[in-house]
C-alpha cells in the first residue's frame, strides 16, 4: 500500500463540535481510514478518528459552487482616481465604482460517507479540500483501488 494522504479544513460530520478552520489528514490502510487533526504544538492527547474500511460507504471529491457578490467601493475609487487624475479623476472613479462585483468559487469537497451503528444510520463527514493543492485525485483513485471500489463508490467485498 503506498502513502497516500489528502489534507483539509472541516466542515462537518465528526462526533463532537469542531471549529471550522481546524486543519486535518486523512489516511487509510487495510483495515481503518484514520482522521486525525493536525496541531501547530503537539497536544499531549491528539485527536484521531477511525473509521473502519468494511464501513465505508464511499469516498469521494464533491464540487460546490457559489457565487460571491461584493459591492464596489464608490468613496474608495473616487479618492484614488481624485489622486492620480485630479478632479476629473475623482468623478469618473467615483462612478466607477457603482454596482457590484461578483466572482465565481467553486470549492472541492471531501465526501466521507459510511455506515454507523447499523445499514440505516448513515453518517457523513465533509473537508474543504480546495486549498490542497496536490494529491486529491490520487487519494481518491488509491483508495478505490485498495478497496475495490467501483466507479458509484460501492466496495465490493
Known sequence: MKNVEIRGSYISGLPTNKN????????FDNEFLKIE????????TPEIYKIDISKIISVELVNETNIESKNK?????GITGGL?????????????????KS??????????????????DIKTILFDVSNTI?????????FKKENKTNEI????L
Open 84 to 100: 492620480l487624475f485630479g478632479p476629473a479623476g475623482l468623478i469618473l472613479g467615483g462612478l466607477s465604482g457603482t454596482g457590484t
Open 37 to 44: 487533526k493536525i496541531y501547530l504544538f503537539k497536544p499531549k
Open 103 to 120: 466572482k465565481t468559487v467553486i470549492k472541492e469537497i471531501l465526501n466521507v460517507s459510511y455506515y454507523g451503528i447499523n445499514e440505516n
Open 20 to 27: 471550522e478552520f481546524d486543519v486535518y489528514k486523512v489516511t
Open 153 to 156: 463508490g460501492e466496495i465490493i
Open 134 to 142: 496536490l494529491g486529491k485525485n490520487k487519494f481518491i483513485n488509491e
Open 73 to 77: 467601493s464608490v468613496i474608495g475609487r
